[in-house]
């Protein structure tokens, strides 16, 4: 099973600033590689896929990057909704979810 | 639009059965590979199943391989989750989900809004 880390658990940031979210994998996934956000009290929304395309209506301060075992996730500048939960997941062997970060406000 | 509903959700006592449905909308329900997905009080987001599109192929996640069945049924747009020898580590909210393509290698979107099962006596 490939297993997915993501650091920070907990990232605390100020409403206009840059957040890095990261993601490893145990072995190599190419760029068969997701991001999710998640509310509370609502489903997961798909962030990117394929490591760096941002999904329908996402908007350009979501850009993923990475390849092979190492992910990034930047929001460039945090406004009040992007306070929230990130996932990422990896469809290259099965289907495994990193622990999920946490963005709070700083 | 793309709408998927889940139903079917419960209080369980342990060894019990529940089936869940996910119905589909907005979309040809046959082309698309669907998965469902449960996360625990609290938790994370652990995939649990998924089946092909015209429902070929199935796959399931070890700690649920041989207890629950995934099917789909073409004439009504609606994916299905038979839970048998239900056990409290089966808490969780479920969410069925679509993918990209007839094939789940892929990822999941969009996600309906989740059952929440409950296994405890």
């Known amino acids: 099973e490939t297993v997915m880390t993501q650091s920070p658990a907990t990232l605390s940031v100020s409403p206009g600033e840059r957040a890095t979210l990261s993601c490893r994998a145990s072995q190599s996934v190419n760029s068969n590689l997701a991001w999710y956000q998640q509310k509370p009290g609502q489903s997961p929304r798909l962030l990117i896929y394929g490591a760096s395309t941002r999904a329908t209506g996402i908007p350009a301060r979501f850009s993923g990057s990475g390849s092979g075992t190492e992910f990034t996730l930047t929001i460039s500048r945090l406004q009040a909704e992007d306070f929230a939960l990130y996932y990422c997941?990896?469809?290259?062997?099965?289907?495994?979810f990193g622990q999920g970060t946490k963005v709070e406000i700083k | 639009e793309v709408q998927l509903l889940e139903s079917g959700g419960g209080l369980v006592q342990p060894g019990g059965s529940l089936r869940l449905s996910c119905a589909a909308s907005g979309f040809t329900f046959s082309s698309y590979a669907m998965s469902w997905v449960r996360q625990a009080p609290g938790k994370g987001l652990k995939w649990v199943s998924s089946i092909s599109g015209r429902g070929g192929d199935t796959y399931y996640a070890d700690s649920v391989k041989g207890r629950f069945t995934i099917s789909g049924d073409n004439s009504k747009n609606t994916l299905y989750l038979q839970m048998n020898s239900l056990r409290a580590e089966d808490t969780a909210v479920y969410y069925c989900?679509?993918?990209?393509?007839?094939?789940?290698?892929?990822?999941?979107?969009?996600w309906g809004q989740g059952t929440l099962v409950t296994v405890s006596s």
């Open positions: 997941q990896q469809y290259n062997d099965w289907w495994t």
């Open positions: 989900a679509r993918h990209y393509s007839s094939s789940p290698n892929n990822w999941f979107d969009p």
